[in-house]
């Protein structure tokens, strides 16, 4: 239950100063833009357009996405959002981490009708199952079980479904 990312070694300087052998440059610029402008539009619909149509995410029907969410502005193309979801204020969704002698790519999957708190961080790699709560200011930093309630730094269980039924 930890995170599914794929290592990938770097020689030379830490990963971030090679940043642009690994995603292309004109990817990112219009990566920023696009998210730049879906973090500040009011129009859920309009965002979700956005976010499908220029950035290649898979974005289920009704998922709300609030204002200043920050989505990974290298590798969009692998968040998926499940229909009816909410994503509260604030929150980071990242598909990537540089870090000194690798860098690491994952794919975040939030199931259907997930509720994520304001101001969480959400870490590649990882699944958020259907029916999933997650509190506000998370480090979801592992996979989430369907219908858990989740939180904290470091995340932990609050409520499992079981016993939120």
């Known amino acids: 239950m930890g995170r599914n990312t794929e290592r990938h070694p770097v020689k030379e300087a830490n990963s971030l100063w090679q940043v ?14 696009v998210i730049q402008l879906a973090r500040y539009t009011p129009f859920l619909s309009m965002k979700n357009w956005l976010y499908r149509t220029f950035l290649r995410m898979k974005v289920g029907d ?8 920050m989505m990974d502005v290298m590798f969009p193309e692998r ?18 981490e540089y870090l000194i002698d690798e860098y690491r790519l994952g794919d975040v ?14 870490l590649p790699g990882v699944t958020i ?14 996979d989430v079980l369907p219908g858990t309630f989740v939180g904290g730094n470091p995340m932990q269980t609050i409520r499992t479904k079981e016993q939120m039924q």
């Open 79 to 96: 968040i998926a959002i499940g229909k009816n979801s909410v994503i509260g204020y604030n929150t980071t969704i990242l598909a990537h």
């Open 109 to 122: 999957n939030i199931g259907d009708n997930v509720m994520i708190g304001a101001n969480t961080t959400i």
């Open 129 to 142: 199952g259907d029916g999933a709560i997650v509190s506000a200011g998370t480090l979801v930093h592992k």
């Open 20 to 33: 642009y052998k690994t995603v292309p440059f004109l990817k990112v610029v219009k990566n920023f833009i």
């Open 62 to 69: 009704q998922a709300a996405v609030a204002l200043m969410v």
